[in-house]
């Protein structure tokens, strides 16, 4: 999963305001690939590169065709990988292969695609980052990457109900980015730390994935889900939020499988 500002996973679902609605104010540039395609492999982490070098100057998107055949017979893959460039709605140019990076530059310069600037370097001081990126967003006010790494970054400085405010307010295609998603996630997770009695299992279990302790944290989680099983109970919802935080597919799946079991028991 890519923390990147820049970079998004898109399906079927997601497709239009992950890469057609923002194709009419940036460049969208859509690599369809697959798992088992090692060009794609090879070609995805050279596409990461180059969008956070171009800071906005265009948008990157994964499809995976695999999971997303649907998207993958709208737009008539027929080899891997294939990365298209969406503008105003529509493909308007396309390319084939695991090129090199000097011809992918060409490729988005022949197509109008320019950087949309260079990307700053935040303090690690969690107070300065924020003063730095509050006065970079001032600037540019509208610059939302900017507003959403400002949310992120007033997470490290107990700014969560700011940074919650930023985070509703990004438009849709990065709404529903990865760094977003797991924004929210945290915040979510740190208001029911704070709202339950300590020794609440619930609590136990968000302190837990919030400290990075999956295992524990989702084993505390699941016994409170036995509990209650309902769409809406507290502990199903702090695991849909806890599974955000694990970087670990095998984890996630994992704990996906032992979530099932709980709740069909």
Known sequence: ??????????TTETFEALVLAPSHRTPVLVDF???????CRALGPVLEKLAEEYAGGFLMVKVDTDREQQLASAFKIASLPTVALFKDGKATATFLGAQPEGKIRAFLRQNGVEAGGEVPTWSEVPAE??????DALGQHPTRSPLQLELAVALLDVDGDQEAGTLLEGLPADLYGSPQAVR??????????????DPGDRIRLGAQALLDGRADEGISHLLDALRDDKSDESPARLALVD????????????GARRRMASVLFS
């Not at 999963?1 to 898109?10: G, L, T």
């Not at 806890?242 to 799946?253: A, F, N």
């Open 1 to 10: 999963m890519s923390d990147s500002a820049w970079v998004a996973n898109a």
């Open 33 to 39: 690939w697959a798992a088992w395609c090692a060009p």
């Open 129 to 134: 980052r924020v003063a730095q990126i509050r």
């Open 183 to 196: 924004a929210r996630a945290r915040i979510s997770l740190r208001r029911r730390v704070h709202d339950r």
């Open 242 to 253: 806890g599974l955000q935080l694990i970087d670990d597919d095998e984890v996630v799946r």
